[in-house]
């Protein structure tokens, strides 16, 4: 659906940017990192338009994210476009591969989407790669602004699916800038995980 459509149904979009998402996330104790687009522009320093932020943490720390929201937010679980609010009487969100929207009240736009990382036993693990399993400091790195982002090889990967124009730009800026081991771990991560990729011969080039 186009904009208008998705507002007249979901209701509109005011997303925060990195610095607001820290001022939000002040005190959580538990890891988190921001994913997608200000991932890339936070490595790369290119700037980009972005259409929300995507904050990101492991889904064994939820309970702890909506203690830490309190009451000042409503956080609702998303999974193809259901939303469900993420609440006491709902604590577990529909699928832990989904999202989570937050915003203050039904009449306050959205701020934050929140895609879940799975976990196992707390350590982070790839959506698109089962067999990649790590620890969080390992998938993310901390930039000079003070925030932890994931690492631009992985934001790269989760990328290369929807292989939209803006993710070809990314991998454009992006690639010349990685070391030698960031660009064997992408070319080897596509070819398990997508064969035949046309971003293999694209980097190939």
Not at 114 to 139: F, M, Q, S, Y
Request: charged share 30%; hydrophobic share 40%.
């Amino acid at each position: 659906m186009d904009d208008a459509e998705f507002y007249r149904w979901y209701g509109p979009w005011e997303p925060l940017d990195p610095a607001g998402l820290a001022e939000l996330m002040r005190g959580f104790e538990r890891p988190w990192w921001i994913v997608g687009g200000w991932s890339i522009e936070a490595f790369t320093g290119a700037p980009r338009e972005h259409e929300d932020v995507d904050l990101s943490l492991l889904a064994c720390d939820l309970p702890a994210f909506r203690e830490h929201l309190g009451t000042d937010w409503t956080p609702w679980s998303n999974f193809a476009g259901t939303l469900r609010p993420l609440n006491d009487r709902f604590p577990e969100p529909l699928d832990v591969e989904s999202q989570v929207w937050i915003r203050r009240d039904a009449g306050s736009p959205w701020v934050v989407d929140l895609p879940i990382t799975p976990d196992r036993a707390g350590l982070w693990t790839n959506k698109r790669w089962a067999e990649h399993v790590v620890a969080v400091e390992d998938a993310t790195w901390v930039a000079p602004d003070g925030i932890r982002y994931v690492r631009p090889e992985i934001a790269l990967l989760y990328k290369a699916l929807p292989d939209r124009e803006k993710d070809r730009r990314d991998l454009d800026v992006t690639w010349p800038l990685l070391d030698d081991d960031a660009r064997g771990w992408l070319l080897d991560a596509l070819a398990q995980v997508h064969p035949g990729h046309a971003w293999l011969t694209r980097l190939e080039r």
